[in-house]
């Protein structure tokens, strides 16, 4: 390509300058305008034999093969001493003959350039331990970001504590959410540009009155996708036409229905082997909200279907698993850190009342959740301990790994490589990952072969 043709006149303000905009110029075309002017020499042949200065040296020779014009933003590096300048603004042209230049990158043979893509070179190719090191670790790497980037989606959008400029909007008349001791409204908080919509925690009358330790420690943790987060109060009057008196704490989340209205309303819908599934995974969810709770050094003392509440994840279908969020704060007291078994006999109990219409035989998933529901009631696991086997429940290994000297390492990761692949299937094919895959990338990015051990051995020894 050749040189552009210099402006007829001087451009105005807001027109860009050679600096910050990518010219494209052949070095070979131009390189007779790098030398100083010859205008003072006469070109006639007698002035040249009468002209007693010598002639300026040959120009170097130099073979170009074929050029490339590479468009750069950056300025001209610096000419070495005793040399010009040269006038090439915002680019620079590199033959193939150069690939290895200095100026460019370091002078290498190709059998040392490294695979920096993968941080392995090619004598490491020829060592198959190597090679599959480094594919194991990118794979747990790979599953790390998936779940970061999910829960970011998924968690995102938390809409932070109410401060007095914000206004406060009711959406419903009627209550989006009937809970066991509280109803829940929709509600409009704005703050000039930017609005949230919230959920009204209005207590019922007939409620019993709640432990202040445990509203305390709900106000006081950090946003968990499992547990039911505040936002603050909204003082007595700021709602118009609000059907309650009195200030109302606001939720984040806005809740649609209960986990009693769940079952009612899926219970006699859904097929055997769905309902299993569908159950858990809210048990799974359940049991990650109550670990976090006794990490804590905190116990829920009753464990009700009715103050557990559903929402769509965000960024979700309203098709897919809902969100579980546990509520019941007010029934939270204090619970020894360390000591087992805090909520396995509820969890047990609540488990099998959700399998009742799920014909428990049916399917391999419904006789492994029943099996559970006997191993909470009497190992008394931690709910730590609980997840990991229901994880194993839904995601595998089965019993045919269980045992000493099972092979759980290569199983963990053909199943990681397999969960990427099919994610990746499922990218090109323009879905959006969901709820469901989000659990699954936690579990085989955490999981370990001991871990993984001790949940076999709860379900199966």
């Known amino acids: 390509m050749s040189s552009p043709e210099p402006p007829s006149k001087t451009p105005g303000p807001d027109v860009p300058t050679w600096q910050t905009q990518p010219t494209y110029i052949n070095l070979g075309e131009v390189r007779a305008h790098l030398l100083p002017s010859k205008a003072s020499r006469s070109r006639t042949s007698e002035s040249l034999s009468a002209d007693p200065q010598p002639a300026p040296p040959p120009l170097p020779k130099k073979t170009l093969l074929r050029t490339k014009s590479l468009p750069t933003h950056r300025g001209p590096s610096p000419a070495p001493a005793g040399q010009p300048r040269r006038p090439l ?25 490294p695979f920096s893509s993968l941080g392995l070179s090619v004598h490491d190719l020829q060592r198959p331990e190597a090679v599959r090191a480094e594919l194991e670790a990118r794979q ?17 959008g938390h809409p932070g504590p109410c401060h007095a400029r914000h206004g406060f909007r009711l959406l419903d008349p009627a209550p989006c959410a009937d809970g066991g001791d509280a109803l829940y409204y929709r509600v409009v908080r704005r703050d ?18 709640p432990n202040p330790w445990g509203l305390e420690l709900q106000a006081s943790l950090a946003p968990h996708f499992n547990l ?46 769905d309902l299993a599934w569908a159950v858990a995974l809210l048990l799974l ?61 509820q969890l047990g109990r609540l488990l099998r009342t959700m399998l009742r219409p799920a014909a428990p035989l049916a399917t391999p998933l419904a006789k492994g959740l029943e099996r559970l529901a006997a191993r909470l009631a009497h190992t008394r696991p931690s709910a730590a301990q609980t997840r990991g086997a229901l994880q194993a429940l839904l995601w595998g290994p089965g019993p045919e790994l269980c045992g000493r000297g099972a092979p759980l390492g290569p199983w963990l990761r053909v199943r990681r490589a397999l969960l990427l692949l099919h994610l990746a299937e499922r990218a090109a094919g323009g879905e959006v990952p969901g709820l469901e895959d989000w659990l699954c990338c936690e579990y085989l990015a955490e999981v370990t072969e001991d871990s993984l051990g001790r949940a076999l051995a709860l379900l199966w020894d």
């Open 89 to 113: 603004l915002g680019s620079f042209s590199v033959d193939e003959s150069q690939a290895c230049d200095d100026r460019a990158r370091p002078a290498c043979s190709p059998a040392e350039l």
């Open 140 to 156: 747990l790497v790979g599953l790390s970001a998936v779940h970061t980037r999910l829960r970011a989606r998924l968690l995102g």
């Open 192 to 209: 000039d540009d930017t609005w949230h919509v919230l959920a009204a925690k209005v207590p019922k009358p007939e409620a019993e009155t």
């Open 228 to 273: 039911q987060g505040l936002c603050g109060l909204a003082p007595e009057g700021a709602v118009l036409n609000a059907p309650w008196r009195g200030p109302v704490a606001l939720a984040a989340e806005v809740p649609e229905r209960t986990v009693t209205q769940w079952l009612a309303e899926e219970g006699a819908q859904r097929g055997p082997a």
């Open 285 to 345: 969810q359940l049991s990650a909200a109550l670990e976090h709770l006794e990490a804590q050094g905190a116990a829920l003392a009753e464990l009700r279907p009715e103050n557990l509440l559903l929402a769509t994840p965000r960024g979700c279908a309203t098709a897919g698993p809902p969100r579980l969020l546990l509520a019941d704060f007010g029934h939270v007291h204090p619970w020894p850190r360390g000591s087992p078994g805090a909520h396995a006999r």
